[in-house]
């Protein structure tokens, strides 16, 4: 995609995530935009990082590692996709904050490679809200007990939840599902379990984040909306 488009984009996301905080009665600061640039290559990332972006999604670890070594040291890498306990090792001290915790064993790997490198890891758990056999993520009614257990490792914070909502044709079908997950986070947040901060929501992808920070999100991840569609030939 052209430098001029992805510029064009990002006005247009902007546009509407400012629309849609006013129309919560929210601050726009409120709501951390991340640039997802999975299949994306280093040039269009520079384009978003000269347009202001500091904060980008990444999918795949070794995509994640790549574009951190070459990238600003400055920017913030979210690993946002499906984490295997194997490749915890290589991200734990590069993304400030892994959405995609669904399990404890993935968790207590995340503890493991943090303390070997004196680090407190920063981790979302995942909630299926719309229970999808297809998609990662615990059921909500196993995630309190996930949370309580988690909640005991040293070297890692929980610090919300992430949902991947349906991926349907009107985005007001998942307003259910981010109001279900916002009350998820209430609910847990009250309890005032030790290491639980409960501050973050990352819902709401390109299709319907307008939706998802009208119902409280304070992270959307938006990868088509600014970068075009994915480019899986690249890889």
Known sequence: ????????????????????????????????????????PVPDIEVAIKEGIGVFGENKVQELTEKYEVLPKELQW???????????????????????????????????EAEKKDIVS???????????????????????PLIKEIAKLPNVRICGLMTIAPNVDEPEKNRKYFRK??????????????????????????????????EGATMVRVGTGIFGERNYTSL
């Open 181 to 214: 997950l916002r009350q998820l986070n209430v609910d847990i947040k009250m309890k005032n379990i030790d290491n639980v901060t409960m501050d973050v929501l990352s819902m709401g992808m390109t299709g319907d984040y307008e939706v998802a920070i009208e």
């Open 1 to 40: 995609m052209s430098s001029e488009a992805i510029r064009k984009n990002l006005e247009e996301v902007e546009l509407r995530i400012n629309a849609a905080c006013t129309r919560a009665g929210r601050k726009r600061n409120d709501v951390t935009l991340i640039a997802v640039s999975k299949t994306k």
């Open 122 to 144: 920063n981790i979302l758990i995942e909630v299926n809200v719309a229970r999808e056999e297809s998609k990662y993520g615990v059921f909500e009614e196993n995630l309190l």
């Open 78 to 112: 979210h690993l946002i996709g499906h984490l295997q306990t194997n490749k915890v090792k290589y991200i734990v001290d590069k993304a400030v904050l892994i959405h995609s915790v669904d399990t404890y064993k993935l968790a207590q790997q995340i503890q493991k």
